[in-house]
């Protein structure tokens, strides 16, 4: 009796309870009892088993409180829909269950009150009642017996409600009850609901519970449709101008299993709104008229394209005000431009319109602009201009052939072939030029010699492709200007002078003359002696060409001066110079007597020399030339007798009487040189 739930009266051996039995805990108690004689060692003890009897003090107890299940309506009666269980802690009849449905629903069903088995009794639908409520009584067989309930109620959300719910068949589709058309502005904003697409499924539960799905037509994802709510909305901004129709399918799908289906093509108009500018073809036309054409030419026509619809999309066409737009008008409706003015190329060639404006017809009504370059043709109705009627250029004698010497131009106010100037010489150049016929430049076609010629004058001519106009001629006149090409020329290469001896320094010989063709310092003349004067015994005037003496010359000391050098040189740049040779003759003045090559002669001879005999010759030289150094002899004394005879040219003394050394052994001659 380890709870002490017993005790025992010690002197009688009676056994009472101390505290309540309970037979679902304990149904079988052992005890052992022990008993003692007096305070003797000696004792013995036995075994009492106590049964504790069943009191029927527990009730039946469902185990939930609540339950449900779903059956299909098509389940035939007799079928087992649900089985009750509940237990009871008593033993015996006070623990055994029987079970009877307590509810007004128990026509439909019915229960094994042993088992707790509940069966169906007919046929249930779900279209008449959805699902039953049951109370199920458990009662044990005890006396007094004690009665349970289960409740089978419905419960919502986080209940724990036990029912029994008949399954519907899935055997109806849903129909559209929405119509097929809708209309909705293009300017709605995103999330604007466009539809409410509604569809009916007479099915019950899950089999009528309707979702909406679009299936096709909503490529680029513009709307979004509410599965549950079937709310169709905008999930983009609509563009009339991009898709003004849309043709969803709508598909209504029931939630049965398997799940049936309805479709419906929903069509959505996109109604337009003045939300679209007129837009030109082209942001710049670019055209060409001929000028001097009567007002009204056709020019161009101008195109916009508005993408809005009706009125919106009328369009009217002009151009605003800006420079040269007075020249021009345009057709309101058709874009046309035509001149309202004769145009004048070379008054303004090209006319930039800035403003071609369309607008369109909306409310409120909206433009755009384009600009018009407008190109005048040319006609040729001018002719070719020098800039001057005449030239006058100058040029070196030294230009080589094919040298350019002026780039003439001519202007032509009118344009490509029309202003193509091409450019001729006419009158005589004497060969000496050309010019290149498109460029106007022109050329020497020869070498120029200013010697030969030093001026030309001729006309240059400029055309057009035109045979209408008159050409435009210009004089040129070319001067040649002179380049240093000709060295100074002698008159002679040789010249021969003479002058006499003795004469004061400075004194003229002769004047040469070198001549230079070119002009200016290139022509002008410088003389110098450039060699045989290395003693300075001459000297040059350098400007007149004058040969003069600057020493005394004395003929006996030189009697000519050979390969005298000259030199003429001009003073261009670099200088040009040529020679010549002068031989100059010193003539010969009597300024030397003459002299014997002996101041005495001392002749021996025999008396016996006979008469004729040569005796002696005497000889003086003269360092004078020519009659001045021809010498006569003469016996001026010591010839008184004759004896003697002197050859004057000769010198040569002879006997011309017999000698007689006893008469005069000596003689003593005087003789003079003349």
Not at 489 to 511: C, H, L, M, N, R
Not at 667 to 672: A, N
Request: glycine letters at 6%; one cysteine or more.
């Amino acid at each position: 009796d380890p709870h002490g739930k017993f005790s025992i009266d010690p002197r009688f051996g009676v056994i009472r309870t101390k505290k309540q039995l309970d037979h679902e805990a304990q149904s079988v108690v052992v005890l052992t009892v022990q008993s003692q004689l007096g305070n003797s060692p000696v004792h013995s003890s036995t075994q009492v088993n106590i049964s504790v009897t069943d009191v029927n003090d527990n009730p039946p107890v469902f185990r939930t409180k609540s339950d449900k299940v779903t059956i299909s309506h098509t389940q035939p009666p007799g079928t087992a829909v649900y089985i009750a269980h509940a237990e009871d802690k008593d033993s015996g009849l006070n623990g055994a269950i029987k079970y009877s449905i307590a509810s007004k629903h128990s026509n439909a069903f019915s229960i094994d009150p042993s088992l707790g088995v509940v069966n169906l009794t007919r046929m249930v639908f779900a279209e008449k009642q959805q699902e039953y409520t049951l109370h199920i009584a458990a009662e044990d067989c005890g006396s007094p017996p004690l009665t349970s309930l289960l409740m089978l109620t419905v419960r919502r959300l986080d209940s724990l409600a036990v029912k029994i719910v008949i399954l519907d068949i899935n055997d109806n589709s849903p129909t559209f009850m929405s119509l097929p058309l809708s209309y909705v502005m293009e300017d709605v904003e995103v999330g604007f609901l466009v539809h409410h697409i509604v569809a009916k499924d007479p099915d019950e539960g899950r089999n009528g519970q309707v979702t909406y799905h679009i299936l096709s037509g909503n490529g680029n994802k513009a709307f979004v449709l509410d599965k549950i709510t079937g709310l169709l909305t905008t999930a983009q901004l609509l563009d009339h101008e991009v898709q003004e129709c849309y043709s969803l399918t709508v598909m209504a799908l029931d939630d049965g299993s398997p799940a049936l289906s309805a479709t419906q093509v929903l069509t959505i108009i996109v109604l337009d709104v003045n939300d679209e500018t007129p837009v030109f073809l082209k942001q710049l036309y670019e055209t060409a008229v001929h000028e001097n054409q009567d007002p009204g030419e056709f020019v161009i026509k101008v195109e916009a394209v508005d993408r809005d619809a009706g009125l919106n999309s009328l369009l009217q066409y002009e151009i605003l005000p800006g420079a040269g737009y007075e020249k021009f008008k345009m057709k309101s409706d058709s874009g046309e431009l035509i001149t309202a003015a004769s145009l004048d190329r070379e008054t303004q060639e090209v006319f930039s319109i800035k403003g071609s404006s369309c607008h369109d017809l909306g409310s409120p009504s909206r433009s755009s602009t384009a600009q018009l370059y407008v190109t005048v043709l040319d006609e040729n109705d001018h002719s070719p201009l020098f800039a001057k009627t005449q030239y006058q250029i100058s040029v070196t004698e030294d230009l080589e052939e094919g040298s350019a010497i002026l780039d003439l131009s001519a202007s032509d106010e009118d344009d490509g072939l029309n202003g193509e100037v091409m450019y001729s010489l006419i009158d005589d150049t004497y060969g000496a030029f050309a010019i290149d016929s498109v460029t106007g430049s022109i050329i020497t076609t020869k070498a120029l010699d200013r010697e030969t010629k030093s001026q030309y004058t001729f006309k240059a001519v400029a055309s057009d492709c035109s045979t209408h106009f008159p050409r435009s001629t210009t004089v040129m006149t070319v001067l040649i200007q002179d380049v240093n090409d000709n060295a100074p020329k002698f008159e002679q290469s040789y010249y021969k002078a003479s002058v006499w001896e003795g004469q004061s320094p400075k004194t003229d010989i002769i004047q040469v003359f070198a001549s230079d063709l070119d002009s200016g310092l290139d022509g002008e003349t410088e003389y110098s002696i450039l060699s045989g004067n290395e003693n300075a015994t001459f000297l040059i005037d350098s400007v007149r060409g004058i040969l003069a003496t600057n020493t005394g010359l004395d003929y006996e000391n030189t009697s000519s001066y050979r390969f005298l050098v000259l030199l003429a040189s001009d003073r261009g740049t670099p200088s040009l110079n040529s020679t010549a040779t002068v031989l100059i003759t010193v003539l010969d003045v009597n300024d030397n007597p003459p002299v014997f090559s002996s101041p005495e002669y001392h002749v021996h001879v025999k008396e016996s020399v006979p008469i004729g005999s040569h005796i002696a010759e005497v000889s003086a030289k003269d360092c004078d030339a020519g009659t001045n150094a021809g010498i006569t002899y003469a016996i001026i004394s010591g010839n008184d007798r004759g004896h003697f005879y002197l050859d004057g040219r000769t010198g040569s003394v002879n006997l011309t009487k017999t000698l007689d050394y006893e008469d005069s052994m000596k003689f003593t001659l005087i003789i003079q040189a003349t």
